[in-house]
């Protein structure tokens, strides 16, 4: 049996799909699983265990030259990559027409079909025109968490029903003892932010207790945040240097545990099943949060939780 995930971005919801890979095989053995990924995320999808092959599309840099000679050679190349192989199911976890529009490219087996969301649900991106793209658009509940959506969608296009906690097949190094706590403060979102100066003060808390600091920075912006973090709290926080998804996984891994706001490392936290909490500074936790396990934690919503609640959810999750 031949399978094709679509999901494409972002980093969050990309790492959020990944245990639908394992509820696959689970169901089928042997099947042959595919997906097609932006190319920024690609490297870190390439980590799943079960994949045969990892599509990296580049959407976002061809929107900057949509008619340029180059992009459409790249686009050329893409479509007759993807079309090497036929699928017996083609199942579009975005919801959006542009993912729509990359598995309605895919070329089906007889009997094979595409399949998709048939509504919207609340907090989760969802593009009506979908419905009349795909061959199939599957009803979901009207509130629902992000994982446990992409999990539905899968079974109920595969005809099975999830079960058990999700579980994240990517490979990683062997974890080891560490006294570092990550502080994943980046996001794209203004509304995820969290205060510089609590960051500080946790991070102060943080090494008063013993352990050391590691700040990882993705652009120019988290780097001049980061400088003025570690200059505020001294030779126990350490800068990392600027590294692809894979190798700042790999890093996360050998760490202690992460505290981070809502964003793609802390659901990267998630899935390397790592102490963690995630700081809400929106009513997001529902649909965005840890669930399941003790050891990984969301705290906020309606607004920023203040340092006390954060620090008090660390002392909970490490022991």
Request: glycine content about 8%.
């Amino acid at each position: 049996m031949n399978i094709l995930i679509v999901k494409m971005s972002s980093l969050g919801d990309v790492i959020q799909t990944m245990p639908v890979v394992q509820d696959l095989h689970r169901q089928f053995p042997g099947a042959h699983i595919d997906w097609v990924v932006e190319e920024a995320f690609a490297p870190l999808v390439q980590r799943v265990a079960g994949l045969r092959r990892v599509l990296p599309v580049a959407q976002r840099r061809w929107r900057k030259s949509r008619w340029s000679e180059a992009t459409r050679r790249e686009r050329q190349h893409f479509d007759q990559h993807l079309k090497q192989q036929s699928y017996d199911a083609v199942i579009d976890f975005q919801g959006l027409i542009k993912s729509a529009l990359e598995a309605r490219c895919a070329r089906l087996r007889p009997g094979g079909f595409s399949a998709t969301y048939g509504n919207r649900s609340e907090a989760c991106g969802y593009e009506w025109l979908v419905q009349w793209l795909l061959k199939r658009t599957l009803p979901m509940p009207a509130r629902i968490h992000a994982v446990a959506r992409y999990r539905l969608l899968a079974g109920l296009a595969m005809g099975y029903a999830p079960q058990g906690l999700a579980a994240y097949p990517l490979s990683r190094p062997e974890p080891a003892k560490q006294t570092t706590v990550v502080l994943a403060h980046g996001t794209t979102r203004a509304d995820n932010e969290w205060k510089e100066s609590d960051w500080v003060e946790l991070g102060r808390r943080l090494i008063d207790s013993g352990q050391r600091i590691a700040l990882p920075h993705a652009n120019a912006r988290e780097q001049a945040l980061v400088s003025r973090l570690a200059q505020a709290l001294g030779d126990q926080a350490d800068i990392w240097p600027r590294a692809g998804l894979p190798e700042v996984m790999d890093r996360m891994a050998l760490s202690s545990g992460v505290i981070g706001v809502d964003s793609g490392l802390s659901h990267m936290a998630v899935a390397l099943d790592l102490p963690h909490v995630q700081i809400f500074s929106q009513p997001r936790a529902w649909r965005a949060g840890p669930v399941g396990r003790s050891h990984q934690v969301a705290v906020g919503g309606e607004a920023a939780p203040d340092v006390d609640s954060v620090w008090n959810a660390w002392q909970a999750v490490r022991h």
